[in-house]
T-cell receptor, first 113, second 115 residues
Framework: DAKTTQPNSMESNEEEPVHLPCNHS???????IHWYRQLPSQGPEYVIH???SNVNNRMASLAIAEDRKSSTLILHRATLRDAAVYYC??????????????FGKGTKLSVIP | GAGVSQSPSNKVTEKGKDVELRCDPI?????LYWYRQRLGQGLEFLIY????????KSGLPSDRFSAERTGESVSTLTIQRTQQEDSAVYLC?????????????FGEGSRLTVL
């Protein structure tokens, strides 16, 4: 399974942009890059995903390196509500053709008022 | 409701007892997943359903764990003869189907404490 590497923790000031890095040097050509986040005492929630091109949605932007061996989740203006654990995940297709997401430990983002 | 619903939200049980955890997925979602999250840890995949079938049971930690799904809807995760190491939050998620780029919607989890 292709794995991801993220910093254990990061800090950001409120209303500043945040760049959350993820390394995935063993990514395969058909692996999608997904980001989820988990707020305290809640289940994870989808943030964004992409394959090769940069992606934008209402929550964040995803910048994918040209060689696809790394990506960066960009929160344009951090708010206190963005304090969460952010997971960078590669799609993992099991032998039976199932679709599951394999979560690592993620990056714990703290937002300072 | 509009989201994934799990019950009970909290369960305290004694070692050796059996427990059942329930998940109601979003209506129309054919894929359903169970994950486990121990305190301070990441999510551990347990099992996946496509419809009522579970093509991937590789994540179930032991034969004390089983899961079923009926009517392409409700799923039940059963843990027999619970052990203290089973204490965790059990999370259920659903998605529209076998869409490899699809979004998973998670419930808020069932917190299990085994004394």
């Amino acid at each position: 399974d292709a794995k991801t590497t993220q910093p254990n923790s990061m800090e950001s000031n409120e209303e500043e942009p945040v760049h959350l890095p993820c390394n995935h040097s063993t990514i395969s050509g058909t692996d999608y890059i997904h980001w989820y986040r988990q707020l305290p005492s809640q289940g994870p929630e989808y943030v964004i995903h992409g394959l090769t091109s940069n992606v934008n949605n209402r929550m964040a932007s995803l910048a994918i390196a040209e060689d696809r061996k790394s990506s960066t989740l960009i929160l344009h203006r951090a708010t206190l509500r963005d304090a969460a654990v952010y997971y960078c995940i590669l799609r993992d297709v099991g032998g039976a053709g199932s679709y599951q997401l394999t979560f690592g430990k993620g990056t714990k983002l703290s937002v300072i008022p | 409701g509009a989201g994934v619903s799990q019950s009970p939200s909290n369960k305290v049980t004694e070692k050796g007892k059996d427990v059942e955890l329930r998940c109601d997925p979003i209506s129309g979602h054919t894929a359903l997943y169970w994950y486990r999250q121990r305190l301070g840890q990441g999510l551990e995949f347990l099992i996946y359903f496509q419809g009522n079938s579970a093509p991937d049971k590789s994540g179930l930690p032991s034969d004390r764990f089983s899961a079923e799904r009926t009517g392409e809807s409700v799923s039940t995760l059963t843990i027999q003869r619970t052990q203290q190491e089973d204490s965790a939050v059990y999370l259920c998620a659903s998605s529209r189907g076998l869409v490899n780029t699809g979004e998973l919607f998670f419930g808020e989890g069932s917190r299990l404490t085994v004394l």
